[in-house]
């Protein structure tokens, strides 16, 4: 009997792990998709402005100043 009770006893602690283990991995998964979304719509940000950038120079048939860029971010 002793060696049953021992025995349930490793099992349950196993299947306890286990469930933390992937619990923790979960959360881990969670947090790195989060994580690459906010970088994503960051990168995604700067595209925008770069096009933006791009907008403005070609729209101009001069190299634009510093008081223009300014202004067309502003």
Known sequence: MPLLSFVD???GWQLAVNSENR????QYAGRAEN????????????W???????AL??????LVTREQFEDFFH
Do not use: H, M, P, T
């Open 9 to 11: 006893s490793i099992a």
């Open 35 to 46: 994580q690459a979304i906010v970088l994503e719509n960051g990168i995604g940000d700067y």
């Open 57 to 62: 120079s070609d729209s101009s048939s001069k």
């Open 23 to 26: 619990a923790i991995e979960l």
């Open 48 to 54: 925008d402005k770069l096009y933006a950038v791009r």
